[in-house]
């Protein structure tokens, strides 16, 4: 667009490591009675956020016989209601629709899922995937614009097309199937969040701009 590159800043949004780190995955667990391999959503449930299709690639593993659990947290959209009114009581099985849940909840999520997965259309970023590395989770995010500066695909998470519940199946397949490549890619998030993605270092780049923009540099 012309601007030179000098004059770009980007910075985007940070975490607070001591707010989201502490969760109880066991409480989280046996509150629901969750066995095997938990793929855990926080978003608000709609059709851009990934939603119905992250519940398509769950219900595809269990008609196999796979034991892998779907768990949404957030606030449900109307089409998402309706998509779910439709769905027979059996295709329900291992999906646990939570709604709006409180922050200590919420940290037990993170640390009692296997995999976190938010294949949305519509973040520019997506600061869930920083809480979720936080507690050494892989991520799975939609290839669409900011999201891909945030997960590197094949390194701390995997990167589907949007909308495509196959290929969304399969990423889910790849990271049930290999806890230690789980705990490779957990762990280099987790670094990542560190090194790049607190408050205490993206404030200082913020606050500077600012100062230099009304003239005290």
Not at 57 to 73: I, K, Y
Not at 90 to 96: L, M, Q, T
Not at 199 to 215: E, F, M, N, S
Request: hydrophobic share 40%.
């Amino acid at each position: 667009r012309g601007v030179p590159p000098e004059r770009i800043l980007v910075a985007g949004p940070g975490v607070n490591p001591e707010e989201i780190v502490g969760g109880d995955g066991a409480r989280f667990r046996a509150r629901y009675g969750i066995q095997g391999t938990l793929v855990a959503s926080i978003s608000n449930l709609s059709y851009d956020k990934g939603t119905f299709h992250l519940i398509e690639a769950v219900r595809r593993f269990r008609q196999q016989g796979s034991e892998v659990s779907l768990a949404l947290a957030g606030t449900p959209l109307q089409p998402f209601r309706r998509y779910w009114e439709r769905l027979p009581h059996e295709a329900r099985k291992g999906i646990y629709v939570l709604g709006p849940i409180s922050e200590e909840e919420k940290r037990d999520l993170l640390d009692a899922c296997d995999i976190f997965a938010m294949p949305s259309r519509t973040d520019s970023f997506g600061i869930v995937y920083l809480e979720a590395w936080l507690y050494r989770k892989p991520v799975i995010g939609a290839r669409t614009w900011g999201v891909t500066d945030v997960i590197q695909h094949g390194e701390d998470g995997l990167l589907v097309p949007f909308g495509d519940a196959d290929a969304l199946a399969e990423a889910i397949d790849t990271l049930a199937c290999q806890p230690e490549l789980r705990e490779v890619m957990g762990r280099r998030g987790e670094q990542k969040v560190y090194a790049l993605h607190t408050w205490d270092r993206k404030y200082p780049l913020i606050r500077d701009l600012y100062l230099y923009l009304v003239g005290n540099p």
